[in-house]
């Protein structure tokens, strides 16, 4: 069954589509919060703190809020206003933003009990530096954290760049090309030509490759999680036992895609002799 893909708009701008455990994921990185609107057609709008379909409670947003802790949630706001520019975010490697996470939050922790000491022993103008101190570690933390999704916005076109993280081969012709096992990782390939292209084994998590043309190109065993495959054309491509979790797939063309053993975007693990659709 194909999943509900939703959009999400915020002070005017308007992102998406995702699929519902992306948006939960958002939702607790603290990328979004209940104030931002969902839709399934962007026609019909509802905040998501009054849709009853996401669980808020446990966003970071809400985690955060907690007493003395308003200015560094101020601040991770900030961080994040400086990424973002209208477009969706482009999620880093799940196991590297949770170590990031509990790392700002052993920061926290640690600041607040320093603060605590130096009460106890020194003049109350030594607690302000202090705090403006442990303010600034963290911000430079996210900021730190935000620049390979930087470097992926601002990177322009390249058609010679090697393959590597955040390359951009926007409207390349790559047309059987060599790029198996690559690591293509929040690579920019919207309308990029990779018929026949070799890419067994490829690492393309958080890709875009929206109007990309990869027919009959060889995907098994590709890592596609996240990917952005919005009205890219896959017919006669080969993803048997490739990993599409939370892959979005809207006017995909996937006309005799082999999909044997492949982890479909929600989850389920398509049956053997599946082609053109996840059985």
Not at 97 to 120: I, M, W
Not at 261 to 277: E, F, K, L, Q
Request: charged share 20%; with cysteine; net charge negative.
């Amino acid at each position: 069954m194909v999943q509900s893909l939703w959009y999400l708009r915020h002070a005017g701008s308007t992102l998406g589509p995702y699929p519902p455990p992306q948006v939960d994921e958002l939702l607790r990185a603290g990328a979004i919060t209940e104030d931002w609107e969902i839709s399934l057609d962007e026609q019909n709008w509802l905040p998501l703190k009054e849709s009853g379909r996401f669980p808020v409670q446990g966003s970071a947003s809400q985690g955060e809020a907690g007493a003395g802790q308003s200015a560094w949630v101020e601040e991770r706001q900030r961080a994040r206003a400086r990424w973002s520019d209208g477009e969706a975010p482009l999620p880093h490697d799940e196991q590297l933003n949770e170590t990031r996470r509990l790392a700002l939050g052993h920061d926290q922790l640690r600041t607040e009990h320093l603060v605590a000491e130096a009460r106890k022993r020194r003049p109350s103008f030594l607690i302000g530096l202090l705090a403006l101190f442990a303010l600034a570690a963290i911000g430079l933390s996210v900021w730190w954290g935000q620049r390979p999704i930087l470097a992926s916005l601002d990177q322009a076109v390249n058609c010679a760049s090697p393959a590597g993280e955040s390359v951009n081969w926007g409207g390349c012709d790559k047309r059987g090309a060599a790029l198996a096992g690559a690591l293509l990782r929040n690579a920019r390939l919207e309308r990029t030509r990779l018929e026949d292209a070799h890419l067994a084994g490829a690492i393309m998590e958080y890709a875009s490759a929206k109007g990309a043309n990869l027919r009959n190109a060889d995907l098994h065993g590709a890592k596609l999680v996240a990917a952005d495959l919005t009205g890219a054309d896959l017919s006669g491509a080969d993803l048997s036992g490739a990993n599409l979790r939370y892959a979005v797939f809207a006017d995909t063309l996937l006309a005799g895609t082999r999909l044997d053993h492949a982890v479909w975007s929600d989850g389920r693990t398509c049956a053997p002799g599946s082609v053109g659709a996840c059985l």
